[in-house]
Nanobody, 124 residues
Framework: QVRVVESGGSSVQPGGSLRLSCEVSGARDKWECVGWFRQAPGKGRDGVARINYTGGAAYYAPSVKGRFTISRDTAKNMVYLEMNDLKPEDTATYYC?????????????????WGLGTEVAVSS
């Protein structure tokens, strides 16, 4: 069974930076794509970034491209989301999720294992 645990959420001022971490555990052949999603208060959950664990190809939502960077540490089974130039509209609960297939979509059905989320608040 694949398990996903996020950490690193915090409060930060606009323009600041934050790094979220995602630990993925379980049989390695049961997961390949790891994605970050976020849900702002009162809104639906949206894909932010995803990465193919083998090879490292990454994909971003237009709203974060150029500000956020997703990466992985294959020795530690960790996936990170480096967030720079944070804006109040980035305030949300951030979720990490893992899917068995190669990354091809942000559709939630492609991700079988989900974490409980970590909160990010951007305000002055």
């Amino acid at each position: 069974q694949v398990r996903v645990v996020e950490s690193g959420g915090s409060s930060v001022q606009p323009g600041g930076s934050l790094r979220l971490s995602c630990e993925v555990s379980g049989a390695r052949d049961k997961w390949e794509c790891v994605g970050w999603f976020r849900q702002a208060p009162g809104k639906g959950r949206d894909g932010v970034a995803r990465i193919n664990y083998t090879g490292g190809a990454a994909y971003y939502a237009p709203s974060v491209k150029g500000r956020f960077t997703i990466s992985r540490d294959t020795a530690k089974n960790m996936v990170y989301l480096e967030m720079n130039d944070l804006k109040p509209e980035d305030t949300a609960t951030y979720y990490c999720a893992a899917g068995i297939d190669y990354c091809y979509t942000f559709r939630e059905v492609a991700f079988e294992a989900w974490g409980l989320g970590t909160e990010v608040a951007v305000s002055s």
